[in-house]
């Protein structure tokens, strides 16, 4: 059983940066993609920042461009999102994602979903 462990979340002002982790854990050989999404109050869930093809191919929705940016550390099963010059219309939940996991079962295409975290961020 594959679960997502999501830490980092808070508090903080116009500005400021905080760092998102998500850990995996469970019989895992390897995860081809893991990615951040976020929703917001009233608002569709987005996907933010997506990992794929092992951690080799980076990509972001053009609003976090040049101010997030996601790492993976594939030993420990773990994904990254370090938020920068975080702006107020960031402020939501924001959800680790997992796909494409070999694992002690075999393959899974998931997806699976961490809990969730929320930042919020003031002006």
């Known amino acids: 059983q594959v679960q997502l462990v999501e830490s980092g979340g808070g508090l903080v002002q116009a500005g400021g940066s905080l760092r998102l982790s998500c850990a995996a854990s469970?019989?895992?050989?390897?995860?081809?993609?893991m990615g951040w999404y976020r929703q917001a109050p009233g608002k569709q869930r987005e996907l933010v920042a997506a990992s794929t093809s092992g951690g080799s191919t980076e990509d972001y929705i053009d609003s976090v461009k040049g101010r997030f940016t996601i790492s993976r550390d594939n030993a420990k099963r773990t994904v990254y999102l370090q938020m920068n010059s975080l702006k107020p219309e960031d402020t939501a939940v924001y959800y680790c994602?997992?796909?494409?996991?070999?694992?002690?079962?075999?393959?899974?295409?998931?997806?699976?979903w961490g809990q969730g975290t929320q930042v919020t961020v003031s002006s």
């Open positions: 994602n997992a796909r494409g996991i070999w694992s002690r079962s075999g393959y899974d295409t998931g997806p699976y």
């Open positions: 469970g019989s895992i050989f390897s995860i081809n993609a």
